[in-house]
């Protein structure tokens, strides 16, 4: 089967792509960062890159926290997302497969299912819904369309940069002090579980089907953090910081942020985060079939290994 991915090049499509290969896939990718650059905002391009195609991925986005002007959300994610719904049209592509994002629900609203009101608090969220609609609006145009739509929750693995990674190093150097008594819990998911349920998705039922996408069961934040020290050969302290006192650190860090003008590593709003519950309820994906090959745990493993294998080298050196 040929299929086009958008975002191929991205931390996500990278690993998708190895999975659809590995099956027989023909696979174009569409990506900015690509040695033969598409954009998807330009629609004669993009329309060209998906001519005999029989499934395009849709995993392009913008996504960082500090996009500006933040018309760039819209424009990547709505008006993108429109232009691969008419690239659909105009090459007779009957399956549309999109990533979108568990910030459609908003925030502190406990453990959504894919029936939960949506609510997006941020404009990653706001033009992540807009893509959705406009993906709908094609799928029930034509009773042979389909459009899958998948919402998955922090996605971690080798070679990424995001949260995961960033506490993994903190502990790797001795910088990393829990805050609060570490039972609040976290939905994540790793990257080879997510990529091989983007392929699992071909065989999606006609209309349009959504589904969280996150690895079960949850991680408590001491549950993570024991796994990141025993993968990494160290000694978890016993010793964490009171809920208050640590955010009464972020408050401190919020003025002097403000003072200097700088962004610093600290602040009320990064520890209420951390302190916080971030779940979703994820049991349809179960439901349907689909069976993770790796546990959170696994995971967890792997990008430690592939990442910080000179901390491990060294960890075991000096025991």
Known sequence: ??????????????????????????IVIIDIAHDQPIDILYQDKLNAACAGCEVIYHLAA??????????????TNGQGTQNVVQAAEIN?????????????????????????????????????????????????????????IIRPVVVFGENNRGNVHTLINQISRGKFLMIGNGENKKSMAYVGNVAAFLKYCLKARNGVEIFNYADKPDFTTNELTDVIYEGLHLQKPKFSLP?????????????????TGKTLPISSIRVQKFCADTTVNADKVRSDGFVAQYSLAEGVGRMIDHDFADVIKNAKQAA
């Open 243 to 259: 809920y208050s006192i640590g955010m009464g650190a972020g408050y401190a860090f919020d003025v002097l942020a403000k003072i």
């Open 62 to 75: 913008a996504h960082r926290d500090d996009v500006f002007p933040r018309s760039i959300y819209y424009d």
């Open 92 to 148: 007779n592509v009957k399956h549309i497969i999109f990533t979108s994002t568990v910030a459609v629900y908003g925030l502190n609203v406990g453990s959504p299912d894919e029936s939960a009101p949506v609510n997006p608090f941020n404009d990653y969220g706001k033009s992540k819904l807009e893509a959705e609609e406009h993906l709908k609006k094609w799928a029930e145009k034509n009773q042979d369309h389909k459009a899958t």
């Open 1 to 26: 089967m040929k299929i086009a991915i958008t975002g191929g090049s991205g931390f996500i499509g990278t690993r998708l792509i190895q999975e659809l290969r590995a099956d027989g896939h023909e």
